[in-house]
């Protein structure tokens, strides 16, 4: 938890850096708020400030309707090396816990329900199961604000069973009845539109610059202020936009889902992809420690992602030893060819078994290389743990590096240096290798790729 007077700054001057890393808890209103709150700041005495929006429910606290807690950047107190409690959370936040109890959970991740427990409740302030039921009636609370979605189908796409169930679970959490919450809604429009916020600084002309280079024709589309893209997840397919508001440091998304009950780790993922949930400045001011004296730091750099570990291993093969404008004709190439069409402009990725029952003959590249395109996908059909890069070693054509780029792209991991890649040789050579010593950088490594690769 940050120290009072470093909140009392914060929400006095209303620094959006800090929105989502701690919550102000309002005695007199029973009413918490984010840092960036519009509201007439209340005195100091009437004050006192939760890390999580958990806790501060937990202790009696409904959230406001002005700044909307729900819609702050999701992240919960800083938990240091607790990668497991990580996790676990992303996890939750999907609402992986709606469909197991507890113990298959806690079994998933490899531990006991009571240590997971333990975690929770000594980090988050809360145990898994009432964080859980909490997320879900903030995600309902943000499409009751947000959309124009019927009562049933928002209880659905939140993960209850019944409207009954849902209407309970709210007012229990949120203090308000969802009509309430709807009554106060400013937005008319019949489209699923969502904001999503992040932590400035965000330097979006370098992301869409590494996009657009890298963009597949068919199956993403971008603009000066824009990304979007069509999608597989969990069975489920659509599409989404995504435009950029930096006046309001967020996203507004526009999203077509034929599955609603797919709706949060869609966005989870859309959060993935866009690098929204890293706190920048923690960042930076960690690699500023280590970096040698005359380095160039560039402010609000974000990791660009793929939509899935599987399409990130797919585009690095395709990727290895020619250049960025190569590899790009060769996925569009797959793409259009293999992937299943939207409409005679659009496609979807294919699918590992579109890729492995294909002969690839389309292709002018060595034999060897469609094996191992063959041999990925052939991987993701037979096995469960085919998610992890780690057990595509075996597979003869992938390396390290290849490995490597699906975790930094594929799944975001924070914490990966390409070392041998040929842009960070030059991008040391420019630097003059000046005694940049990657590992003192973990575990931002992967932030350390991406400064080097913008030198």
């Given at each position: 938890?940050?120290?009072?007077?470093?909140?009392?700054?914060?929400?006095?001057?209303?620094?959006?850096?800090?929105?989502?890393r701690?919550?102000?808890?309002?005695k007199?209103?029973?009413?918490?708020?984010?840092?960036?709150?519009?509201?007439?700041?209340?005195?100091?005495?009437?004050?006192?400030?939760?890390?999580?929006?958990?806790?501060?429910?937990?202790?009696?606290?409904?959230?406001?309707?002005?700044?909307?807690?729900?819609?702050a950047?999701?992240?919960?107190?800083?938990?240091?090396?607790?990668?497991l409690?990580?996790?676990?959370?992303k996890?939750?936040?999907?609402?992986?816990?709606?469909?197991?109890?507890?113990t298959?959970?806690?079994?998933?991740?490899?531990?006991?329900?009571?240590?997971?427990?333990?975690?929770?409740?000594?980090?988050?302030?809360?145990?898994?199961?009432?964080y859980?039921?909490?997320?879900?009636?903030?995600?309902?609370?943000?499409?009751?604000?947000q959309?124009?979605l019927?009562i049933?189908?928002?209880?659905?796409a939140?993960?209850?069973?019944?409207?009954?169930?849902?209407?309970?679970?709210?007012?229990?959490?949120?203090?308000?009845?969802?009509?309430?919450?709807?009554?106060s809604?400013?937005?008319?429009?019949?489209?699923?539109?969502l904001?999503?916020?992040?932590?400035?600084?965000?330097?979006w002309?370098r992301?869409q610059?590494f996009?657009?280079?890298?963009?597949?024709?068919?199956?993403?589309?971008?603009?000066?202020?824009?990304?979007?893209r069509?999608?597989?997840?969990n069975?489920?397919?659509?599409?989404?936009?995504?435009?950029?508001?930096?006046?309001?440091?967020a996203?507004?998304?526009?999203l077509?889902?034929?599955?609603?009950?797919?709706?949060?780790p869609i966005?989870?993922?859309?959060r993935?992809?866009?690098?929204?949930?890293?706190?920048?400045?923690l960042?930076?001011?960690?690699l500023?420690?280590?970096?040698?004296?005359?380095f160039?730091?560039?402010?609000?750099?974000?990791?660009?992602?793929?939509?899935?570990?599987?399409?990130?291993?797919i585009?690095?093969?395709?990727?290895?030893?020619?250049?960025?404008?190569?590899?790009?004709?060769?996925?569009?190439?797959?793409?259009?060819?293999?992937?299943?069409?939207?409409?005679?402009?659009?496609h979807?990725?294919?699918?590992p078994?579109?890729?492995?029952?294909?002969?690839?003959a389309?292709?002018?590249?060595?034999?060897?290389?469609?094996?191992?395109?063959?041999?990925?996908?052939?991987?993701?059909?037979d096995?469960?743990?085919?998610?992890?890069?780690?057990?595509?070693?075996?597979?003869?054509?992938?390396?390290?590096?290849?490995?490597?780029?699906?975790?930094?792209?594929?799944?975001?991991?924070?914490?990966?240096?390409?070392?041998?890649?040929?842009?960070?040789?030059?991008a040391?050579?420019?630097?003059n290798?000046?005694?940049?010593?990657?590992?003192?950088?973990?575990?931002?490594?992967?932030?350390?790729?991406f400064?080097?690769?913008?030198?």
């Amino acid at each position: 938890m940050l120290k009072p007077k470093v909140c009392r700054k914060a929400r006095l001057s209303r620094d959006a850096r800090f929105d989502g890393r701690f919550f102000t808890a309002v005695k007199t209103t029973g009413i918490y708020c984010r840092s960036i709150c519009p509201a007439t700041p209340p005195k100091e005495i009437n004050v006192e400030y939760y890390p999580t929006a958990h806790q501060a429910a937990q202790a009696g606290f409904r959230p406001c309707l002005r700044c909307r807690p729900d819609s702050a950047p999701n992240s919960g107190a800083w938990l240091g090396n607790q990668a497991l409690l990580n996790r676990a959370i992303k996890l939750i936040n999907t609402g992986v816990l709606e469909e197991q109890t507890l113990t298959q959970f806690a079994e998933y991740l490899g531990i006991s329900d009571r240590y997971l427990r333990q975690l929770f409740v000594k980090y988050v302030g809360v145990a898994p199961k009432p964080y859980a039921l909490y997320q879900q009636c903030l995600m309902a609370k943000q499409l009751l604000h947000q959309t124009q979605l019927p009562i049933n189908q928002i209880a659905l796409a939140c993960g209850f069973n019944s409207v009954r169930r849902f209407n309970d679970a709210f007012i229990k959490s949120i203090k308000l009845t969802p009509t309430q919450i709807r009554k106060s809604g400013p937005d008319n429009s019949d489209e699923l539109k969502l904001k999503l916020s992040y932590r400035p600084p965000y330097d979006w002309p370098r992301m869409q610059n590494f996009l657009q280079a890298r963009l597949i024709n068919g199956l993403e589309t971008i603009g000066s202020n824009c990304y979007g893209r069509t999608f597989r997840l969990n069975g489920s397919v659509g599409s989404f936009v995504a435009t950029h508001q930096p006046q309001k440091h967020a996203f507004v998304v526009q999203l077509n889902c034929e599955d609603l009950r797919q709706l949060r780790p869609i966005l989870s993922n859309i959060r993935r992809v866009l690098d929204l949930d890293t706190d920048v400045s923690l960042v930076e001011s960690h690699l500023a420690e280590q970096l040698p004296n005359g380095f160039e730091l560039k402010t609000g750099l974000r990791l660009p992602g793929i939509w899935s570990v599987f399409e990130a291993g797919i585009r690095a093969i395709l990727g290895q030893q020619v250049s960025v404008q190569a590899a790009r004709k060769l996925v569009t190439q797959l793409v259009t060819t293999l992937g299943d069409k939207v409409d005679h402009k659009q496609h979807y990725f294919p699918t590992p078994k579109a890729i492995a029952m294909s002969d690839l003959a389309f292709f002018k590249m060595p034999g060897a290389r469609k094996k191992s395109l063959q041999a990925l996908a052939q991987h993701f059909l037979d096995n469960e743990e085919a998610a992890n890069p780690d057990t595509w070693l075996t597979i003869k054509g992938i390396g390290p590096w290849t490995i490597n780029y699906a975790k930094m792209r594929g799944q975001n991991d924070p914490d990966i240096f390409l070392a041998g890649d040929l842009g960070i040789n030059k991008a040391l050579k420019h630097v003059n290798n000046q005694s940049i010593n990657p590992v003192l950088m973990s575990p931002w490594r992967s932030y350390l790729t991406f400064q080097l690769w913008n030198q």
